[in-house]
């Protein structure tokens, strides 16, 4: 039980510092990962509308799409934060 809780701790520090490292490089190119967003959601969408054509392999291009729009809402979730203070 003790090891799990280290592991749980350790892990969530982990995390923590990589945000914290991660979020400095975001808000210095905030525009570049905006746009970096932007077209990871168009390519995303585009995925989604080869399903029709492709559909014995529909439940792996819908993962793909869908872990593709999530990288998008966090790339544009931590940028916007950047932009909203740039333009005070």
């Known amino acids: ?11 969530n520090a982990k995390q923590d510092f990589a945000f914290f490292y991660y979020r400095t490089k ?6 570049k990962w905006r746009l970096f ?17 492709f559909s014995s392999y529909s439940v792996i291009i819908l993962c793909i ?8 809402g966090v790339a544009g979730g931590a940028t916007r934060t950047a932009l909203i ?3 005070v």
């Open 1 to 11: 039980m003790l090891n799990k809780l280290l592991v749980l701790l350790l892990s």
């Open 26 to 31: 975001l808000d210095g190119q905030c525009k």
């Open 37 to 53: 967003a932007d077209i990871l959601d168009d390519i995303a969408k585009g995925i989604e509308l080869l399903v029709p054509y």
């Open 65 to 72: 799409s869908t872990t593709m729009k999530s990288i998008v």
């Open 85 to 87: 203070h740039h333009q």
